[in-house]
């Protein structure tokens, strides 16, 4: 689905990507994995063309981002969804609010269309129960779910996971891990996970790019970065 070739991309001089070329397949979970500064989060903006780069190409379903401006980048980018490191909800807003507020603001359904695809959304992550309940009012794990709902309301074929599991349990990680198995294995569709976690990029990725410095020093599946 995404094709990125020779991408390079300096701020004030210092070079952070440095001839990244990177493959994620249809319906697979890609894990990108680094520490801190190795240029993760700027090839994420990347990928959905909040970024230009200063040469090479980013493919997305045979189109050239690096080409396209205006409404063109704009029907790119209705293919991705976005779970935020700290979730980024809304605070006040209730649960419904928060999922429905891209249909709001993107659709012209009827409040009976919206409400059923919220609680579709709500359904998949468990948390049809919480509706009404604010983001003040649920722990870290659930409002990554609520996030992962919100993400996934407009259907995009893409959903990308910025440091999904950043500071949050041994047992809320677990959970969230196994948001992002539930959700390729029921939407069916392609997720990139931009992580520092090691344990977690082996136990929900298919495939795994190491970034470091810039450079993918890494391309493999998890068992090869286990013999590595």
Request: aromatic share 4%.
């Amino acid at each position: 689905m995404i094709e990125i070739r020779n991408l390079t991309k300096s701020f004030s001089g210092t070079p952070v990507l440095r001839g990244v070329s990177l493959n994620v397949r249809a319906g697979t979970t890609r894990v990108i994995l680094g520490l801190s500064g190795s240029g993760k989060s700027v090839l994420m903006k990347h990928m959905i063309g909040l970024m230009k780069p200063d040469s090479g190409s980013i493919m997305v379903d045979g189109v050239d981002l690096t080409a396209m401006s205006g409404a063109g980048l704009l029907d790119i980018r209705r293919k991705f969804g976005m779970v935020f490191q700290q979730s980024a909800l809304f605070d006040s807003m209730t649960v419904w609010e928060n999922v429905a507020f891209p249909l709001v603001e993107h659709t012209k359904l009827s409040k009976e269309e919206i409400n059923d695809r919220v609680m579709d959304k709500l359904k998949l992550v468990g948390l049809e129960a919480a509706i009404d309940k604010f983001p003040a009012e649920l722990s870290g794990g659930m409002r990554k779910r609520v996030g992962l709902a919100r993400a996934v309301i407009l259907e995009p074929k893409c959903v990308l996971y910025d440091e999904p599991t950043t500071g949050l349990d041994p047992v809320t990680t677990d959970n969230v891990d196994q948001m992002i198995l539930d959700a390729a294995q029921r939407l069916k569709v392609t997720s990139v996970v931009i992580s520092h976690d090691i344990g977690s990029a082996l136990k929900v990725a298919d495939d795994i790019a190491v970034l470091h410095k810039g450079e993918i020093v890494e391309d493999c599946t998890p068992e090869e970065l286990k013999r590595s």
